[in-house]
Nanobody, 124 residues
Framework: QVQLEESGGGVVQPGGSLTLSCAKS????????MAWFRQAPGKDREFVAA????????AYGNSVKGRFTVSRDNSRNTMSLELNNLQPEDTAVYFC?????????????????WGQGTQVTVSS
C-alpha cells in the first residue's frame, strides 16, 4: 500500500506564499505522475498541478498558472507545491495524489492513491 502525507498548510494573508509538501512511502511504487488537487467547501474537487515522475513534465490548472509551481525530489520521494500571490479563492483543502497509469494528468479518476489533505486558508 502506498501512503501519501501532505504538510505545509496554514493561514496566510492575501498576496502571501506557502509551500506544501507531499511525502510518499509504503510499497515500492514508481509513479507515472503525482498531482495536487484542491476542494473548497461546497465545490467540486479541482485540479491544481501535476508532474511526471521520470521526466518532470508539468501541468497546471488555469486558475493557478503563473502563481503556483510544482516540483519533485525523486531521491526523497517527495513532491512540493509553491503557492505564490495567494488569494481568498485559493482557500481549500489541498490533496496530493499519485498514479502508475499513463494518462491525462488533470483527471482525478486517474489517481489511485490520495493523501488526507492539508488546509490552506487565505484571509486578511
Amino acid at each position: 500500500q502506498v501512503q501519501l502525507e501532505e504538510s505545509g498548510g496554514g493561514v496566510v494573508q492575501p498576496g502571501g506564499s506557502l509551500t506544501l509538501s507531499c511525502a510518499k512511502s509504503g510499497h515500492t511504487f514508481t509513479p507515472y505522475a503525482m498531482a495536487w488537487f484542491r476542494q473548497a467547501p461546497g465545490k467540486d474537487r479541482e485540479f491544481v498541478a501535476a508532474i511526471t515522475w521520470t521526466y518532470g513534465r508539468t501541468a497546471y490548472g488555469n486558475s493557478v498558472k503563473g502563481r503556483f509551481t510544482v516540483s519533485r525530489d525523486n531521491s526523497r520521494n517527495t513532491m512540493s507545491l509553491e503557492l505564490n500571490n495567494l488569494q481568498p479563492e485559493d482557500t481549500a483543502v489541498y490533496f496530493c495524489a499519485t498514479t502508475s497509469q499513463v494518462g491525462v494528468l488533470s483527471l482525478s479518476a486517474m489517481y489511485s492513491f490520495w493523501g488526507q489533505g492539508t488546509q490552506v486558508t487565505v484571509s486578511s
